[in-house]
């Protein structure tokens, strides 16, 4: 293994000094240099994206708290015999997904030797594509970023620079981290729109023109011969709050408001897509006003119009603040005027009115609200739960918490490399045919 990480470090080297090279042919980047670093030496296990066989994943499962364990207590914890675990410990610990942990307590004789879950092992590439600002990051197989590298972008300027762009630093960050290609076993990738999970084709997605029906997985594979999932950017952002900050709450809706509104949903433990992925579009719901509701917007206006960054930033400019941005909103709610604030927790209380009817019908105990937008203070919040805990019933509400996202600008890429994760190591999720060609 050091010979070939020695090999491997000499040809990053040559493709690190390429990616200097000032060029007018976009051929020569590092893209194409990536494409044949990464290609060439794939092997077919790290095509595979399922690591493990179910019987082994099984056992995997317990030991990917991190805590270390003998033998004995997992044969203890699992009801299986000592042989069986011997033979799954066998495969696990071939494939580098478990290593020896030093031994335990000796209660007389030889101390048992324990093993834990190896989280190293294995690299996996995450992108989370906002409308305005992208990250790409490297994590491990614990969904913790390792690398990351952001930049503002404009997602409507189509999916062939957006993706380069994304392509090229992963690649930067793959090649400095010094790992082997074969390490890699898949790329997650949020977008700011509808996705039809099977296939990871974007459909109609309102503010991404050009991207509708745009083959992500294939495009990426290209440079990246591994399984390539995409989704939501906010299904992804809840995987990643909740994995962060929450992971005792297995009802929980993270709600984002940006350039767009919408939310990702987890049941059970699990995230909620829906029959075809399109699960938590909130941004086209109707608010429905109240006789109580101050007059503004159109009647029958839907959330977007009324609670997105540039809703209510057209909002205050037609009140003499101009604004055009979320961060321009942002920016003004710092200054503590009382007519911005007042928009803002108007928008709160928009908000309210359709997520009161979520809350009805998912009871979560945790709802998180996420995006460019929350950053703009408590306004948005109390104006949320002023609705939410009045149309609400109260069962529904006796333990409800709603509390701002505190998962930071990674939280999406974390959700990105969960998904990937899962879709590796969890048995009972299978991965969609469609991903693997």
Known sequence: ??????????????????????????????????????????????????LVAADAAELLAILRDGLPRTRAQLAELTGLARSTIAARIDVLTASGLVVPAGDDVSSG???????????????????????????????????TITASTSRRLDISEGPLPILDWAMEAASTLYIASGRLPEELIGVGVGVPGPVEHSTGLPVNPPIMPGWDRFDIPAYIRRVFDVPVLVDNDVNLLALGEQALMWPDETDLLFVKVATGVGAGIIAGG???????????????????????????GEQDADLESLVSGPAIARALTEAGFPAETSDDVVELARGGNPVVQAAIRQAGRDLGAVVATCVNLLNPSMIVVGGSLSRVGEQLLAGM?????????????????????????????????????????????????????
């Not at 101390?111 to 491990?140: C, Q």
């Not at 739960?385 to 939280?411: C, D, K």
């Not at 890429?413 to 899962?422: D, K």
């Open 1 to 50: 293994m050091g010979r070939a990480r020695d090999g491997a470090r000499s040809i990053q080297s040559t493709l690190l000094s390429d990616v200097k090279q000032k060029s007018t042919n976009r051929c020569i980047t590092l893209k194409r240099a990536a494409t044949l670093w990464f290609n060439t030496r794939m092997t077919d296990s790290a095509r595979d994206s399922v």
């Open 109 to 143: 004789g030889r101390p048992p030797a324990r093993i834990r879950f190896n989280p190293d092992s294995r690299v996996i590439v995450a992108i989370d594509l906002g409308a305005t600002h992208g990250v790409v990051a490297l994590a491990d197989l614990a969904g």
């Open 385 to 437: 739960r002023e609705v939410v805990y009045q149309r609400s019933t109260p069962l529904a509400t006796q333990h409800l918490t709603i509390t701002q996202s505190r998962s930071g600008e990674t939280g999406g890429a974390m959700g990105a490399a969960i998904m990937v994760i899962q879709r590796a190591l969890d048995p009972e999720i299978g991965v969609p045919r469609t991903l693997l060609r």
């Open 270 to 296: 699990r995230l909620q897509r829906g029959a075809l992925g399109s699960a938590g579009d909130l941004g086209h719901v109707r608010v429905p006003f109240g006789t109580d509701t101050p007059s503004h």
